[in-house]
């Protein structure tokens, strides 16, 4: 009873203290020099740290904090929730992401019983062949030029996640992720942090989630030198915190909604919400909406479940940048 009311106190905190931010932001100068809208696209680099590769959660308006408890694909969600596999899980997820750039995330799970649950992860991004270009020199102005050589650039994020369920109610989790970009014969690594909890209200099944992803250090590229003509500068990680809800609605608790709110550090505040039906747990029909994106808004997706096998399809519409495709399988044994 003690951690469930703490938790219900830290919850409060923190959801006061991010809407206090929200109202700070309001115009409150009256006479005198308006006051400027902070903008705060592009602070940050590690920005495939942010694409969703849980096609579960994607297909439902990417509602990652209050998922609940879960497989092996919640580690990328809320490293909390893995405290629902009762044995061990494995996930293979693949992402189609936009301009050809492909993305592949594994995770396998092992319930070790009252010492907890833990998790290893692997996740890689790859751009592909990209055309090298230059600025040629032609009469008294420069203009740029296709060398003929391709270069390419990725991402890898491998990590260990430990959690455990500390009451009947509440869960806590949190990953740990060696984390490495390259592009061309630059790179740069870093070690990446998240946090997350889920409680379960007593209250149906309406339960909250909170989320605190990608906190690391600033860091820079290696491999710099004077021919980019200009000095490095610090890469900031995408810090994105993230508060939620679901609940489960009609007789056979068979329809779910849930709602996300999210405060990224590179961006301004967005808002997830999703759904999810499910029929005789074993198909599953998904949709979502993303508010406060430029682009991505509508997604959507289907799950079957047979046996110890479960596999998901979703998508997620970009707008001009066409949409993004996800599929995944996943084996409880």
């Given at each position: 009873m003690k951690y469930t009311i703490k938790f219900l106190k830290h919850f409060a905190i923190v959801s006061v203290m991010m809407l206090s931010f929200g109202l700070s932001q309001e115009d409150n100068t009256g006479e005198g020099v308006p006051a400027q809208e902070i903008q705060r696209n592009g602070l940050s680099g590690w920005q495939f740290l942010k694409i969703n590769v849980d096609a579960k959660t994607a297909a439902m308006g990417g509602t990652q904090a209050s998922v609940g408890l879960g497989g092996a694909s919640t580690v990328f969600a809320n490293p909390s929730a893995i405290t629902g596999v009762e044995n061990m899980d494995l996930y293979v997820g693949n992402v189609a992401y936009v301009a050809d750039i492909g993305y592949n995330a594994l995770s396998f799970v092992k319930n070790l019983g009252s010492l907890g649950v833990v998790a290893v992860s692997v996740a890689s991004l790859d751009m592909g062949d990209i055309p090298e270009t230059i600025n040629a020199p032609v009469g008294d102005r420069t203009e740029y030029s296709i060398t003929g050589r391709n270069y390419t650039g990725g991402n890898t994020a491998a990590g260990i996640t430990f959690a455990k369920q500390i009451?009947?109610?509440?869960?806590?989790?949190?990953?740990?992720?060696?984390?490495?970009?390259?592009?061309?014969?630059?790179?740069?690594?870093?070690?990446?942090?998240?946090?997350?909890?889920?409680?379960?209200?007593?209250?149906k099944s309406l339960r909250l989630g909170m989320t605190f992803k990608n906190i690391g250090n600033d860091v820079n590229l290696a491999g710099w030198d004077e021919s980019f003509q200009t000095e490095p500068v610090d890469v900031r990680m995408p810090v994105d915190f993230k508060v939620g809800m679901a609940m489960e609605f009609l007789p056979g608790e068979n329809l779910t909604l849930a709602v996300d709110a999210s405060h990224p550090n590179d961006s301004p505040e967005k808002v997830h919400i999703g759904t999810q039906y499910n029929f005789n747990d074993m198909l599953f029909l998904r949709g979502g909406y993303k508010i406060g994106y430029d682009e991505d808004t509508l997604t959507f997706g289907v799950g079957i479940s047979y046996s110890m096998i479960n596999a998901s399809f979703s998508q997620v519409t970009m707008g001009r940048l066409g949409n993004v495709t996800m599929m995944s399988v996943g084996v409880s044994l």
């Amino acid at each position: 009873m003690k951690y469930t009311i703490k938790f219900l106190k830290h919850f409060a905190i923190v959801s006061v203290m991010m809407l206090s931010f929200g109202l700070s932001q309001e115009d409150n100068t009256g006479e005198g020099v308006p006051a400027q809208e902070i903008q705060r696209n592009g602070l940050s680099g590690w920005q495939f740290l942010k694409i969703n590769v849980d096609a579960k959660t994607a297909a439902m308006g990417g509602t990652q904090a209050s998922v609940g408890l879960g497989g092996a694909s919640t580690v990328f969600a809320n490293p909390s929730a893995i405290t629902g596999v009762e044995n061990m899980d494995l996930y293979v997820g693949n992402v189609a992401y936009v301009a050809d750039i492909g993305y592949n995330a594994l995770s396998f799970v092992k319930n070790l019983g009252s010492l907890g649950v833990v998790a290893v992860s692997v996740a890689s991004l790859d751009m592909g062949d990209i055309p090298e270009t230059i600025n040629a020199p032609v009469g008294d102005r420069t203009e740029y030029s296709i060398t003929g050589r391709n270069y390419t650039g990725g991402n890898t994020a491998a990590g260990i996640t430990f959690a455990k369920q500390i009451s009947d109610k509440l869960s806590v989790g949190t990953n740990v992720r060696y984390i490495n970009e390259t592009i061309d014969d630059l790179s740069m690594t870093n070690v990446s942090f998240d946090f997350g909890t889920t409680f379960y209200t007593g209250y149906k099944s309406l339960r909250l989630g909170m989320t605190f992803k990608n906190i690391g250090n600033d860091v820079n590229l290696a491999g710099w030198d004077e021919s980019f003509q200009t000095e490095p500068v610090d890469v900031r990680m995408p810090v994105d915190f993230k508060v939620g809800m679901a609940m489960e609605f009609l007789p056979g608790e068979n329809l779910t909604l849930a709602v996300d709110a999210s405060h990224p550090n590179d961006s301004p505040e967005k808002v997830h919400i999703g759904t999810q039906y499910n029929f005789n747990d074993m198909l599953f029909l998904r949709g979502g909406y993303k508010i406060g994106y430029d682009e991505d808004t509508l997604t959507f997706g289907v799950g079957i479940s047979y046996s110890m096998i479960n596999a998901s399809f979703s998508q997620v519409t970009m707008g001009r940048l066409g949409n993004v495709t996800m599929m995944s399988v996943g084996v409880s044994l």
